[in-house]
């Protein structure tokens, strides 16, 4: 189950890692992407740090971890392809894959909730 945060990320456990990428609302927002830059894999990062940046055709954003890990894998698709977030932002789009022990994703949206969420920001 996707677990969202109110910076738009979204993260999903999958064979044991946690895959990160941003929601279909935040690549809306953005407009079409221009370029990714992906974090090395084996930085560490903390809950909240920036790990990556998305630049678009309106301006560039951060893209914040929304939990502390290691990343073991990144989206090199999205070096040639970074239209990618735009086509499947929830999907293919894909940013980073994290490993991160006896993390509780409990404190973030579900996607009923981020709905709601969206709702109040509009």
């Given at each position: 189950m996707k677990r969202f945060?109110?910076?738009h990320e979204w993260i999903e456990e999958a064979d044991g890692l946690l895959i990160v990428g941003i929601s279909d609302h935040a690549q809306e927002q953005l407009g079409d992407i221009t370029f990714?830059?992906?974090?090395?894999v084996g930085k560490t990062v903390a809950k909240g740090d920036s790990f990556a940046v998305v630049e678009?055709?309106?301006?560039a954003s951060d893209v914040y971890a929304p939990v502390d890990g290691e990343v073991v894998e990144v989206n090199s698709a999205l070096d040639e392809k970074p239209e990618l977030v735009n086509e499947a932002p929830e999907t293919?789009?894909?940013f980073a894959k994290l490993k991160a022990d006896g993390?509780?994703?409990?404190?973030?949206m579900d996607r009923a909730g981020y709905d709601e969420y969206l709702k109040t920001i509009s």
């Open positions: 945060t109110k910076d990714v830059e992906l974090p090395e678009s055709v309106k301006a293919g789009g894909w993390v509780d994703l409990s404190d973030l």
